[in-house]
């Protein structure tokens, strides 16, 4: 039963351009909700979060929608650079109870063309 | 400050034996959590630790064990392995917090022939 999804395996876009990542979720109890990005050969790299108190947060480049009636969320970036070139995980958790735990998607491969 | 560090990097074991896996966690934190990677799978959540007590655990087989240390250091412990063991292993750290990020270390390659 996979909790959070990312349906889109791969997303190609190009340099300057926007590129939209999207995530969806089935457990109404996930109350916040992290981006990170993967190159081969490390480990995930934290990119921004946001509680479910929210709908929008931004970080420079980066800014996250969440949509709570749709259990929703994505990623836009922009504009778009070669060395966003990599894998991105949606991840989600809650606060109730003594979970500690991320919930991580499959990933979508971004690559970003020159 | 520095990162989280996991040694070794690389490993190579066959079926049936056992492998222990280090982490060190970014100063200051005292949650460590461990994910098993996979191509078809993804990121995979094994344990979490907290002051040297385990707090989750996921849906892993009991071969797989773990435990903290004092100095919140971690280790991660996988007994009569299998092929399909085959795995980056991740760990992460953090504040323990339920709002807070984890961070991550480079991950260990674990490959078993």
């Known amino acids: 039963d996979q909790q959070v999804k990312q349906n889109s395996p791969s997303l190609s876009v190009q340099e300057g351009r926007i590129s939209i990542l999207n995530c969806d979720y089935t457990?109404?109890?996930?109350?916040?909700f992290l981006w990170y990005k993967k190159y081969p050969a490390e480990g995930p790299t934290f990119l921004i979060s946001?509680?479910?108190?929210?709908d929008k947060n931004e970080d420079g480049r980066f800014t996250v929608f969440l949509n709570k009636s749709a259990k929703h969320l994505s990623l836009h970036i922009v504009p778009s650079q070669p060395g966003d070139s990599a894998v991105y995980f949606c991840?989600?958790?809650?606060?109730?109870?003594?979970?500690?735990?991320?919930?991580f998607g499959k990933g979508t491969l971004l690559t970003v063309n020159p | 400050k520095a990162g989280v560090t996991q040694t070794p990097r690389y490993l190579i074991k066959t079926r049936g034996q056992q492998v222990t896996l280090s982490c060190s966690p970014i100063?200051?934190?005292?949650?460590v959590s461990w994910y098993q990677q996979t191509p078809g799978q993804g990121l995979q959540f094994l344990f979490e630790?907290?002051?040297?007590?385990?707090?989750n655990k996921g849906n892993f087989p009991g071969r797989f064990s773990g435990r903290q240390f004092s100095n919140s250091r971690s280790e991660m412990n996988v007994s009569t392995l299998e092929l399909g063991d085959s795995a980056l292993y991740l760990c992460?750290?953090?504040?323990?917090?339920?709002?807070?990020?984890?961070?991550f270390g480079p991950g260990t390659r674990l490959t078993v022939l």
């Open positions: 992460a750290s953090g504040q323990g917090g339920s709002y807070n990020e984890q961070f």
């Open positions: 457990n109404s109890m996930f109350d916040y």
């Open positions: 946001i509680s479910s108190i929210k």
């Open positions: 991840a989600a958790s809650f606060s109730g109870g003594s979970n500690y735990k991320l919930t």
């Open positions: 100063s200051g934190h005292r949650s």
């Open positions: 630790y907290f002051s040297e007590t385990q707090r």
